[in-house]
């Protein structure tokens, strides 16, 4: 199986930035999706973004289009998260997930039911 570790959490002021990792191990994984979700305290986890095994394929949340951006580097076995123009409303705990036949990436509606294994999350808090 895959373990994932996610780092690069912390508090931050609005406008500002961070950068998410999620480190995998404990075997090889080739052609999976590797997605990002978040949970607000007394929310569901919801869906941040989605990137494919080669990078080529990557969706977003709505509210975070234009300021997020999924990345990976297969050789690492790492995913990232570039967060910038943070706002309050970016405030929740970050997993990273991997979906190993890739259902989610062709299904493209953000289900967290379709992921396989998870992380143990990161905290993001961006103050006002």
């Known amino acids: 199986q895959v373990h994932l570790v996610e780092s690069g959490g912390g508090l931050v002021q609005a406008g500002g930035s961070l950068r998410l990792s999620c480190a995998a191990s404990?075997?090889?994984?080739?052609?999976?999706?590797m997605g990002w979700f978040r949970q607000a305290p007394g929310k569901g986890r919801d869906f941040v973004a989605l990137?494919?095994?080669?990078?080529?394929?990557?969706f977003y949340r709505d509210t975070v289009k234009g300021r997020f951006t999924i990345s990976r580097d297969n050789a690492k076995n790492t995913v990232y998260l570039q967060m910038n123009s943070l706002k309050p409303e970016d405030t929740a705990v970050y997993y990273c997930?991997?979906?190993?036949?890739?259902?989610?990436?062709?299904?493209?509606?953000?289900?967290?039911?379709?992921?396989?294994?998870w992380g143990q999350g990161t905290q993001v808090t961006v103050s006002s």
């Open positions: 997930a991997v979906d190993f036949d890739a259902r989610e990436l062709y299904s493209g509606s953000g289900r967290p039911d379709l992921y396989d294994s």
């Open positions: 404990g075997r090889r994984f080739s052609n999976s999706a």
């Open positions: 990137i494919s095994w080669n990078g080529g394929n990557t």
